[in-house]
């Protein structure tokens, strides 16, 4: 019996024991750990570590290592150190990739780079000026000639298409122009309710019919509309659709042989880019000029942190000039493209 109560009095002080060693571990840790411990940080994301040092007490701190955010600090900082290296211009031409300027753009602006660099420039001033000069001959966008001069505009949903017409149509009321709005877009829903909105606000007629309306019919009505009403620039508005669906461009190809035929010809095809598209606008801006002819693009939605390298891309492989650019949601926001503004907005 007394050696049953000794075991069980050995039991109870060994989970004392147990139990108290754990408190003491528990506040050691509460307390921010004992000597030795490894301390470590959160780090903001695209940042690096730099080599970890000895802090007081024997505590180790990571320190972090900001990466540059700026493409042209991106690419001061790969010349700093003496002469370039094969390493160097393979790193330039990635980190111009990763700025939706496209594969082909970037190999041929890192061969202008090459040849045009010299040890005293600023290899960032020295990839504005290369960017600048890929736009040269585009010349800056005016108002085509027409009695009435049509401008149809296409695009893929949520680029911001309607909106760009709206814009389109106060900066040539602005100018004095006579404006007709043609509401062609007769599939998605409110369409035609949201381009009535933009006449309205910058006096342009409107010509549209019910939704579900033969598109074409809608085109031609306002080619004889626009005659008659003695506009200067008939601006139609088309459906948003899918590059990728051939049915729907089909039909969008239907809308412009229906524009020449009533009107004598189309003037001028503007494709309108998300500025924050990445290198599926290649993919649509080839679709669009095959189906259509794209003569000009639009970057819309450069309000924000785009870049709006696409258009460079789009430039270099299908020969599309940028005609304008979309800077807000004001009325006021469309504004004729900068070859050196947009040059210096994508490397700063």
């Not at 994301?45 to 493409?71: I, S």
């Not at 949201?194 to 080619?223: C, I, K, M, S």
Request: charged share 25%; proline share 4%.
């Amino acid at each position: 019996m007394e050696e049953i109560l000794r075991v069980v009095i050995g039991l109870i002080v060994l989970a004392a024991a147990f139990f108290t060693v754990s408190m003491l571990i528990s506040r050691a840790r509460a307390a921010g750990g004992s000597t030795g411990t490894i301390e470590r940080r959160t780090r903001p994301a695209g940042t690096r570590t730099a080599p970890v040092r000895q802090g007081p007490a024997g505590v180790r701190e990571e320190k972090a290592y900001v990466a540059p955010t700026g493409l042209a600090e991106r690419v001061r900082a790969l010349f700093r150190g003496g002469e370039a290296t094969e390493e160097t211009w393979r790193r330039l031409e990635e980190a111009l990739i990763r700025a939706d300027v496209g594969p082909r753009a970037a190999s041929d602006l890192v061969a202008r780079v090459r040849e045009n660099l010299d040890t005293s420039a600023d290899p960032a001033e020295v990839l504005v000026r290369e960017i600048v000069g890929m736009f040269e001959g585009d010349g800056v966008w005016a108002v085509p000639s027409g009695a009435p001069a049509i401008v149809m505009v296409v695009g893929v949903n949520g680029t911001g298409k309607t909106t760009t017409i709206g814009k389109l149509a106060h900066l040539l009321s602005r100018e004095g122009h006579r404006v007709t709005l043609a509401a062609s877009d007769t599939f998605r829903a409110a369409a035609g309710e949201q381009l009535e909105t933009w006449a309205d606000r910058t006096g342009a007629h409107l010509v549209g019919q019910e939704r579900g309306a033969d598109p074409g019919a809608v085109a031609f009505d306002a080619v004889q509309a626009a005659r008659a009403r003695g506009s200067d620039v008939l601006i139609v508005d088309t459906a948003g659709r899918l590059h990728t669906r051939q049915p729907l461009m089909d039909e969008l190809t239907k809308v412009k042989r229906v524009l020449e035929k009533a009107g004598g010809g189309v003037d001028e095809v503007l494709l309108v880019l998300d500025a924050t598209t990445g290198q599926n606008g290649i993919a649509q801006a080839r679709a669009f000029t095959e189906a259509v002819g794209v003569t000009g693009a639009v970057l819309a939605k450069m309000d924000g942190t785009a870049r709006g390298g696409i258009v460079l891309a789009v430039r270099e492989e299908l020969g599309v000039p940028v005609r304008l650019v979309g800077v807000g949601e004001k009325l006021d926001d469309l504004v004729p493209f900068d070859p050196e503004t947009f040059a210096r907005r994508l490397v700063a």
